[in-house]
Structures are given as structure tokens and as C-alpha cells.
């Protein structure tokens, strides 16, 4: 019991992860979360403003309902299955991380700085939750899958599209944290 | 009752993302900054494994549940989208930390502001829609 309330090491995450995409694929499915985003349009009425949100969105509960369920496993994963270890990060992470005024890195999941009510409630801390989301829903969209859809799941069909898509992400992502995150959280 | 199958599937994704740490801003950070091994592992492990249960499944021809060959489904080409849809991704996922899987289960360990990057994460996708026909591809 133990190692299951102390943190998973990546060889034991990394290989349950495949197992949730094979399952679904077991069931006929594909393995994607970005497209609960497009089916929540199409429920909210997106059709009506564009062509794209026009389809069957009823076939597509299923993976809403494994969202659904993914938000209970969040709660069950911190309520009963945690010891509330730190997070291991690397050292050199953390002093990156104390430069840019982040108090405590790893001591939680996510870093008050950034999503703490008293932070988002603010002009600054509001612009870059609604910023971050709404980059990641548009570019998840655009490149038509998201780290699921394209880095674990297309990747594993080999699918080139996939690996451009990859290649995307991570300019953007090395941007962001190396050059604009710097930017947004200076001391 | 046929829904439950994938609530299960979900509940188990959502505990393996939550310990596996994947779901942490500072997991994030430290994958984009090379720092540590551990999210490169755990896709790095994962992609591996998916690739070669996927040859199996294809060269043996596993049937699905319902019966029919398991086929998979291709994703779309094209050079532009794939890189610039990826790069304005990779911007939001590493301001926000979390990717479109993630940002529900974070909802669920408790951490609510989460809903707003969920709602501007819809709204994204939304205007995407509405654009698609203008963007290239």
C-alpha cells in the first residue's frame, strides 16, 4: 500500500497510460481528450456559428463520460491514494523556479502563484489562466489532437502528422518557459 | 450501462495522470526545461509500448468488443496546421501547465480556478471553429 500512496515512478505511469489507450481501443474507440472540447461546442449550440460543430455529438458521450470519470479518479487519487509527498522535482528546477518568485516549488501539484484565487482574481493572474486556456483549446483544434491525441496516441500509430504535430508543441512549449514565462513572473 | 465501462476507464486515467505527477504545472516546467527525465519517460515509455501493442494488435488482427477488426484512425496531414496549431499548444500548455486531459482531472483534486482555463480552453476551440475556413492548413 505504501507504493501505491507514494508518488508513481515514470516506468509504471508511462506503461498505464498505454493501457488506458488500449483499452479504448479494445472498446472501438480511439484515445483523445481535445475532442470533449469540439463535443461541448456542439452540445452548447456551436453549430449554429460554424459548420465544423455541426455533427453526430452524441456518438462522442462516451469519451465525455471518461472525462467524467477522470475527474472522479482526480478525486479519488488525492482524497485516498496520496501521502501528500512533495513533488521530487530536480534541484535545478526549483532554483529556476524561487528566481521567477515561486515560493515552495513541487510543495503542492500546482503553484499557488499561478492558480490561487487570490492570484486569479487578479487582472494579471485572470489574463494568463484565460490566455493559457484559450491558446490550448484553439492550438489543440488547429493541430487536430492534443498531447493524448497526437503524442501518445498518434505517435503510436506512427503517424507522421502526429510527429510534426509533437515537433509544435514543444516550440511552443520551449518558448513559453524559456522565453515569455520569465517575461510574466518577474520579481 | 454501457457508459460504464468508460466512466471506469476514466476513473483509472484520472488516477494514474494525479500519480504520475503528469498533471503538475511544475512537472511541466521541468519537462521544457530538460531538467529531469521523468516526463520523457513516461511518454517516452508509453509511445513505446503504444507502438508495439498496436503493431501486435494489427499484425495478429485483434477484434474489438464489438467484434469487428481493430482498425485505428489516421490523423490529418498537413505541414501548417499540424506545426502552428502544435507551437499555440505548446504556448497555452506550458503557461497553464495542463493539457485538455489534465485540466479536468485538476478540477477534481480540488483546484477549481481550474474551470476558468476549461472555459477559455472551450471558447478556444469555439473561435478555431469559427476561423477554420480563413486559417491555413
Known amino acids: ?187 | 450501462m454501457k457508459f460504464l465501462k468508460y466512466l471506469l476507464v476514466g476513473i483509472f486515467f484520472g488516477i494514474v495522470l494525479v500519480k504520475s505527477e503528469a498533471v503538475s504545472w511544475y512537472r511541466i516546467y521541468e519537462m521544457f526545461k530538460f531538467q529531469s527525465f521523468h516526463m520523457y519517460g513516461i511518454i517516452g515509455s508509453s509511445v513505446s509500448l503504444g507502438v508495439l501493442f498496436i503493431w501486435l494488435i494489427k499484425k495478429l488482427g485483434v477484434k474489438s468488443i464489438k467484434g469487428e477488426k481493430i482498425k485505428t484512425v489516421p490523423k490529418e496531414k498537413g505541414l501548417t496546421r499540424n506545426l502552428l496549431g502544435g507551437a499555440i499548444f505548446g504556448l497555452g500548455w506550458a503557461l497553464a501547465g495542463t493539457c485538455p486531459g489534465p485540466m479536468f482531472v485538476l478540477v477534481g483534486t480540488g483546484v477549481f480556478s481550474m474551470l476558468i482555463v476549461i472555459a477559455a480552453a472551450i471558447l478556444g476551440t469555439f473561435i478555431y471553429g469559427v476561423l477554420k475556413n480563413k486559417l491555413p492548413h
Not at chain 1, 49 to 70: E, I, P, Q, S, T
Request: proline share 4%; glycine share 14%; net charge neutral.
Open chain 1, 1 to 187: 500500500m505504501e507504493l501505491v500512496l507514494a508518488p508513481w515512478p515514470w516506468y509504471i505511469s508511462g506503461p498505464l497510460i498505454t493501457l488506458v489507450m488500449l483499452i479504448l481501443i479494445y472498446f472501438g474507440k480511439t484515445f483523445g481528450m481535445s475532442s470533449n472540447l469540439k463535443t461541448l461546442c456542439s452540445i452548447g449550440g456551436a453549430g449554429k456559428y460554424a459548420d465544423f460543430f455541426k455533427y453526430d455529438w452524441k456518438a462522442h458521450r462516451w469519451n465525455l463520460v471518461v472525462v467524467l470519470g477522470a475527474i472522479i479518479g482526480g478525486f479519488l487519487a488525492v482524497q485516498f491514494l496520496s501521502d501528500g509527498s512533495p513533488i521530487n522535482l530536480s534541484g535545478n528546477t526549483i532554483e529556476d523556479l524561487e528566481i521567477l518568485g515561486f515560493q515552495d516549488p513541487g510543495n503542492a501539484l500546482l503553484p499557488s502563484e499561478i492558480f490561487s484565487w487570490d492570484v486569479v482574481l487578479g487582472i494579471k493572474g485572470m489574463a494568463v489562466l484565460i490566455i493559457a486556456g484559450f491558446l490550448v483549446g484553439f492550438g489543440t483544434r488547429y493541430a487536430g489532437g492534443c498531447t493524448s491525441g497526437h503524442a501518445i496516441y498518434g505517435l503510436s500509430n506512427l503517424q507522421k502528422p502526429s510527429l510534426i504535430a509533437v515537433v509544435g508543441f514543444f516550440i511552443g512549449g520551449l518558448i513559453m518557459t524559456h522565453f515569455i514565462l520569465p517575461l510574466i513572473f518577474t520579481v
